[in-house]
């Protein structure tokens, strides 16, 4: 039971309705979904990401300090990785529609935890590349998965909403695995480093158990395309594939987070080093609680491509304030880079919301999996190549680079809306019949 305005002490200070931590924690709450199947599946997004964000936060102290990598040979590797991965996306989308998302996503937890549980047995480069390729082959592919079944265990009628639920559930288990592992680092000694992969590999393996209490409603089959080609037709659709390409170039937001940005404050700035963990901070605080406020109206096509020219303006909001932090003081360029930072997040949110939006408002629902998978290249092709292509062609330019991403994210933007409009009727076949 909430508590109500009766309740509150006679003497107690005012606050305006709607603000205040009880107000924040009570919109989280009317959050959560309300079916049995729902909250299942909240629970193993949590699980999966909090098993996930403690490998990620240490994962570069495991192949390092551990299996003895070079920082080189960790790179290439997970470059290789990413490849393997791009290619086993989509067909592994296509057996989710042909054999159920929950069984498929089960296949792939379980995989997954397999090839982390070998990880503490690699000890040089090949074996690491191997291991590392059987991890990259399902990781993209779990994506779309997750949010078909995000979309299937909706009860309230709003994908879009449903996957923004799902969305801080992942996030707030990032945000605390990330202190879990900070604490690891902090106080256990390098041999210690091995649990970040024997939790991660807990994490896929509850979380796959508990998707065998997931009981999805089995999407109709029997319109799903058989003819030869039929396989083809999302890479037909024009339209679908430039929808994939705007969403993969207003993706570059993860990328920036998580390499460009981080060493443009170091290397370019004279802001202090822990202004980038601040900045994460600010990106996670935000995540959990605007990602839901921000998602509403995103089930319509419309408004979906409308939040992503708002999130193609506010990331180039963020790289020209960024690239105005060159030549300033330290406090002048860390009061820039922690609007940018918030300009950023709101990019992220709004990217998210109009692509999920996008993607569920063009995918038939017979096929949904696979073309969920197809439209999901993009923001995959970015995540793979962003990193090298950012600071090339943005950090290692200059506040030039910057501003030249800005234009293409504004411009990206700006476009997405118009690719939205369905397709106009050829004359012909709205015109009355003769007489």
């Known amino acids: 039971m909430e508590p109500s305005d009766e309740l509150t002490p006679p003497h107690a200070p005012s606050r305006p309705p709607g603000q205040g931590p009880s107000a924040w924690a009570r919109r989280l709450a009317s959050g959560v979904p309300q079916g049995r199947a729902a909250r299942i599946f909240l629970l193993v997004a949590f699980?999966?990401?909090?098993?996930?964000g403690i490998f990620l936060a240490g994962s570069a102290l495991f192949y390092t300090q551990v299996i003895g990598l070079t920082n080189a040979q960790v790179g290439l590797g997970l470059s290789i990785a990413g490849l393997v991965g791009l290619v086993c996306a989509v067909p592994i989308g296509w057996l989710a529609d042909r054999f159920g998302d929950g069984p498929v996503l089960v296949a792939l937890q379980l995989w997954r935890a397999a090839a982390f549980l070998v990880y503490p047995l690699v000890d040089d480069f090949r074996w690491f590349l191997v291991v590392a390729c059987l991890v990259g082959a399902v990781e993209w592919a779990a994506m779309p998965i997750i949010q078909s079944v995000a979309g299937a265990t909706s009860e309230e009628g709003s994908m879009v909403g449903a996957m923004a639920v799902v969305a801080v559930a992942r996030n707030s288990a990032y945000a605390l695995s990330a202190l879990a592992a900070t604490a690891v680092i902090t106080w256990a000694s390098p041999r210690a480093y091995v649990a970040f992969v024997f939790v991660n590999a807990l994490g896929f393996l509850v979380s796959g158990i508990l998707l065998l209490r997931l009981r999805l409603p089995r999407r109709a089959t029997d319109h799903m395309p058989r003819e030869r080609g039929?396989?083809?037709?999302?890479?037909k659709d024009v339209r679908f594939v430039l929808l994939s390409l705007t969403n993969g170039i207003l993706y570059a937001h993860m990328p920036i987070l998580s390499v460009a940005f981080p060493l443009w404050i170091v290397t370019r700035t004279d802001a202090p080093?822990?202004?980038?963990?601040v900045a994460l901070t600010i990106n996670t605080v935000m995540a959990v609680l605007l990602q839901i406020r921000l998602s509403k109206g995103g089930d319509e096509l419309r408004r979906a491509g409308r939040k992503?020219?708002?999130a193609g303006l506010a990331l180039a909001v963020f790289c020209l304030l960024?690239?105005?932090?060159?030549?300033?003081?330290?406090?002048?360029?860390?009061?820039?880079?922690?609007?940018a930072a918030v300009a950023l997040t709101l990019g992220e949110l709004w990217q998210s919301a109009g692509g999920w939006g996008i993607s569920y408002g063009l995918a038939p629902e017979a096929q949904r999996t696979y073309y969920l998978s197809v439209y999901q290249l993009g923001a995959t092709g970015v995540t793979v190549a962003g990193p090298a292509v950012l600071v090339m062609a943005v950090v290692d330019v200059g506040p030039a680079g910057w501003i030249g991403l800005a234009a293409l994210l504004a411009l990206t933007g700006l476009v997405t809306p118009a690719l939205t409009r369905p397709p106009r009727r050829r004359a012909a076949a709205a015109a009355a019949p003769a007489d």
């Open 47 to 52: 699980v999966d990401a909090a098993g996930r």
């Open 273 to 277: 080093r822990a202004l980038v963990g």
């Open 322 to 339: 960024v690239a105005c932090t060159r030549s300033v003081d330290g406090v002048t360029a860390t009061a820039l880079l922690l609007l």
């Open 230 to 235: 039929a396989k083809l037709l999302p890479f």
């Open 308 to 310: 992503q020219r708002l």
